[in-house]
């Protein structure tokens, strides 16, 4: 019997000494799975926090390209009417004011010009003038008061001018 109560005893004792051992790592595993489980519910309240924000961002951004492809849509619709009005510019305002231009050029200038270089009064004229209009694009187009001298459409007696006789 005595053995048994040595064996209890010392059974007591290592008992008490893993007690004694584990109960403060008990403690502090408690207290490190306490921290780790509030720092996980902070993150999982984050991620909650993410998530919407996300999904608003989301909703925002889908209304952005609706946005954005009704204005590309206006800007298209803006944009043919733009070049409609530029092919109506060009096809009937620009020709009279070529014609404008060539008859200023045939009353006013060219006899104020001629007489003072010539210093007598010209009889007549061979006049050929070119209308150049730049776009922004930088491309080029060129309209002739008569047909250019050097072009195929060129004609005896074109551009030419006669003074009346007093």
Known sequence: MERTKIISIVGLIGLGIL???FTPLYFITNAN???????????????QDLS?????LLNDYHILTGDYNTLFDDY???EAEY??????????ILPVQYSIFAEAVRRYY??????????????????NAAFLDYDQNNSRT???YMPEWS??????GSGMFFRKQD
């Open 151 to 156: 072009s195929e459409k060129n004609y005896a």
């Open 142 to 144: 060129v309209v002739w």
């Open 19 to 21: 007690i004694g051992i």
């Open 52 to 56: 919407d924000d996300y999904y608003d």
């Open 76 to 78: 298209e619709d803006l």
């Open 83 to 92: 070049n409609s009005v530029c092919s109506t510019i060009k096809q009937q």
């Open 33 to 47: 799975y306490s921290s780790l489980l509030n720092d996980y519910r902070d993150l999982e309240e984050d991620h």
């Open 110 to 127: 060219m006899p104020l010009y001629l007489e003072e270089k010539s210093g007598s009064r010209w009889q007549n004229l061979r006049f």
